[in-house]
């Protein structure tokens, strides 16, 4: 990004003040993880009214396209760090309100997250005071009062990841009483169902206080410690914490659950009934608790199955295909709760109606690994040790993670929207938990750098790929299996892989000593591949798992899409007019991306490869992808920055 308006600002300032001669004069540094404090009230009214002098053709343009023009022309300033605290403030203050006043209030939303980043503000009062102010002001169009809905349902799942449910309550009521007004029935629903499960939440999270009080007077009091273990369990889904509590409750049947799940020395056969028991019990929980016990029980049924045979191993496997089904719900948003919804495939893609909503400021390093939260509000961006995340319908920057001690090779998010694997060039490959931000696990000693990340369908198996591909249990970082390559060693490596939606199939593509790269697919779990395609080194399958992207195909600008029964070519892509670098299938199979070195995205029919629409971008294209919800592709340039690209 070009800093020259920020010369212009420090410029007229020189007119008002001396500027700084001396290092220690400079403005005041933020210290990694202290926020600054709000500037006072003398120091905004300067800083504003130079930044209403440099922009002042801007602000003189009142229509709300102008309003929103203006908007992101302040984001891109703000992201400037060598400018004053005060400067930065305002133009994230500014910002924020003429998104408002252009009446877009993902944009609000995005400014209140950067101005976050920086400044101590209490971000969700900040959201839910713009967005109320949104609802209630005149003149609320059909559309822009989805779009408040939608940010306050988004509001809601922030504020009871955080534990604030008290703010969860009164973002979910604005949201339903916003939506009743409206006349999408399916907004009202989910608006309606975030909000009961917000009040249970916020029940929920009272009994457990009580308990924990409780339980500080009588340690042993079983009623007590079922309730706190309910939480934990059930609303938390902290089943460390919750496991020990529910084995010593009132409740039989959680007891005995727990404390079989809790004995090492369990067998099969009742780690088996176990699993069986907690998806009876889910049965009888709604929203949020329903959700988190499925995904516990799929977390059971996925590290069993392995190890049984026969008639018990079938119905393992048909108990975890149908819990899985139930969460990811084959397309529809999971029942209403904190973090992100769970998504197997979003609704269907128009690829006409992808707008450009969102550019990122150039990253230190150049970008190899990007990915969008399920929702398609985040981004996630590896850079040169970190991993930073920004509001995706605005660009604006929202959290920097220190993750790895080399640059941030590899990402990829879970389908259901709950984990985030990242791997470095310090050969570490790390499972987040998204609700949390916190590190799940870390698997140092990666077989090479982890260039490329992939998890199945149900989130019960992470591919890593380096010298060779690993499967691994991200719930609990163990290795399950690691294929034999081919031509291992002397140089051998891998540069992309997949797995198909069933789990049942791996693909990567293979870079050999001498240069040459080939697609091989392979049964998880055996070293003979069932099918080799040369001269490829992307590699993506399509959602339906009968399909499977490689390139380039033979001409360098095009990708070959598979049948995988027949291993023969179904289609070859419309060519780009230099090399093909990446490609993605929309989560719903509608819409295959491709990107080249001939600075454009081609967005092609899924099942056809016929060409809907062609994007001209600034640079090269390195990376795509979808969010899971199918609102939102990211493209990744080699002029390190990131375009969001969304239906407005």
Request: hydrophobic letters at 45%; one cysteine or more.
């Amino acid at each position: 990004m070009r800093s020259w308006p920020w010369i212009i600002l420090v410029a007229a300032w020189g007119a008002c003040a001396v500027a700084p001669a001396r290092a220690e004069d400079a403005p005041p540094a933020r210290s990694p993880g202290k926020l600054l404090p709000v500037p006072t009230v003398e120091d905004q009214a300067n800083a504003e009214k130079l930044v209403k002098e440099v922009l002042a053709a801007e602000y003189a343009q009142k229509t709300p396209a102008a309003r929103i023009a203006l908007a992101r022309k302040l984001m891109e300033l703000s992201a400037d760090t060598s400018g004053e605290p005060a400067g930065r403030y305002v133009l994230f203050r500014e910002a924020r309100d003429a998104f408002h006043q252009g009446g877009d209030y993902a944009g609000m939303v995005g400014a209140i997250d950067g101005m976050s980043t920086l400044f101590s503000i209490d971000v969700r009062a900040e959201k839910l005071a713009g967005l109320s102010k949104a609802a209630t002001g005149p003149g609320l169009t059909a559309d822009a009062a989805k779009s408040v809905v939608e940010a306050l349902l988004s509001l809601t799942a922030e504020a009871q990841a955080a534990e604030d449910h008290d703010g969860a309550v009164k973002a979910a009521t604005q949201a339903e009483a916003i939506a009743r007004r409206g006349g999408d029935a399916g907004l009202r629903v989910r608006a309606t169902e975030r909000l009961a499960d917000a009040k249970r939440g916020a029940a929920d999270h009272a009994a457990y206080q009580a308990a924990v009080e409780r339980l500080r007077a009588e340690p042993g009091n079983a009623a007590a410690r079922l309730a706190a273990g309910k939480y934990l369990c059930f609303s938390r889904q902290d089943w460390a914490r919750g496991l020990p509590m529910l084995a010593e409750g009132s409740d039989g049947r959680l007891k005995s659950l727990a404390a079989t799940e809790l004995d090492p020395a369990a067998t099969v056969d009742g780690r088996l009934e176990t699993a069986n028991g907690w998806a009876s019990v889910a049965e009888q929980q709604s929203g949020a608790a329903k959700l988190a016990v499925q995904r516990h029980a799929i977390e059971l049924y996925a590290r069993l199955v392995p190890e049984l045979v026969g008639l018990r191993k079938s119905l393992a496997q048909q108990r975890l295909a149908a819990l899985t089904a139930a969460v990811t719900g084959a397309g529809k948003t999971a029942p209403a709760g904190g973090g992100p919804a769970a998504v197997v495939r979003g609704a269907p893609v128009d690829p006409k109606a992808l707008r450009l909503v969102g550019t990122t400021a150039p990253q230190k390093g150049g970008i190899v690994a990007i990915a969008l939260s399920a929702d398609g509000s985040t981004l996630l961006v590896g850079d040169e040790k970190q991993i930073r995340t920004y509001n995706a319908r605005t660009g604006a920057p929202k959290a920097t993670i220190d993750a790895h001690g080399g640059k941030v090779v590899s990402l990829a998010i879970s389908r259901d929207g709950k984990r985030l694997a990242s791997g470095g060039a310090d050969k570490v490959v790390k499972i987040w938990n998204l609700d949390s931000g916190r590190e799940h696990k870390v698997m140092p000693g990666h077989p090479g750098s982890p260039n490329a990340l992939a998890f199945s369908a149900d989130g019960q198996t992470l591919a890593t790929a380096g010298d060779t591909v690993r499967l691994i249990d991200p719930a609990g970082g163990t290795e399950r299996f690691a294929f034999t390559l081919p031509t291992a060693g002397g140089g051998t490596f891998v540069r992309a892989v997949d797995v198909s939606a069933d789990g049942k199939l791996v693909a990567m593509a293979v870079r050999a000593p001498q240069g040459g790269t080939t697609v091989n697919l392979y049964d998880a779990g055996q070293n003979e591949p069932r099918v080799k395609w040369p001269g490829h080194d992307i590699v993506r399958f399509s959602p339906s798992g009968k399909h499977v992207a490689a390139g380039p195909a033979k001409n360098n600008g095009a990708v070959g899409v598979y049948d995988l029964a027949t291993k023969g070519l179904v289609f070859e892509t419309p060519a780009h007019g230099a090399k093909v670098r990446c490609a993605a299938f929309s989560p719903d199979g509608g819409v295959l991306v491709t990107g080249g070195e001939d600075k454009t995205v081609k967005l092609l029919e899924g099942a056809t490869g016929k060409l809907v629409a062609t994007q001209s971008v600034p640079a090269t294209v390195v990376a795509v992808t979808f969010s899971q919800d199918g609102s939102a592709l990211a493209v990744a340039l080699d002029d390190k920055t990131v375009q969001v690209y969304a239906k407005k």
